[in-house]
């Protein structure tokens, strides 16, 4: 069974991979259970749908999949902090937790931190509504974000 940071590591790889192909550096793995459900990436550069994010990709992609609006049992690995829209879906899905490489400070030089939609709307970041945990992919916001190359496999 895959390890946290494997399935994790996944999701910034779908996150470099878009940004390879003009879109959003933001990638998303939904699993349960250590099984990949299902995986999104940030559309809205292709499909001019601004409620196209990795997370929600990930989110319909597996409900869809479940023919059940549930995703209780569910972890989700996002490349970035989930911003507010995400975080709700997820939420109201009833997944039990998420993982993610990148928060909104490590994104903010680089314009893709959503701490601003957080205050926003007045939302805390902390506490989180449910468990949110930040793992080291071994990878760079730099990198995924950034010019840094991309480490070779």
């Given at each position: 069974m895959p390890s946290h940071t494997e399935l994790l590591r996944l999701a910034v790889d779908l996150a470099h991979a878009n940004r390879q192909r003009g879109g959003r550096p933001f990638g998303a793995v939904l699993a349960r259970d250590g099984e990949v459900i299902a995986t999104g990436i940030n559309d809205i550069?292709?499909?001019?749908?601004?409620?196209?994010?990795?997370?929600m990709q990930a989110l319909r992609a597996g409900t869809w999949r479940q023919a059940s609006p549930s995703l209780a049992g569910c972890t989700l690995y996002a490349s970035g902090h989930p911003c507010p829209m995400c975080l709700a879906a997820l939420l109201m899905a009833g997944c039990g937790q998420v993982f993610y490489a990148f928060d909104n400070q490590d994104a903010t030089p680089y314009?893709?931190?959503n701490e601003g939609w957080y205050r926003c709307l007045r939302l805390p970041l902390v506490p989180p509504p449910l468990?949110?945990?930040?793992?080291?992919?071994?990878?760079?916001a730099a990198q995924l974000y950034g010019d840094t190359p991309w480490p070779q496999a």
């Open positions: 550069v292709h499909t001019h749908d601004p409620s196209a994010h990795a997370e314009g893709l931190s468990p949110l945990s930040r793992l080291d992919t071994g990878i760079s």
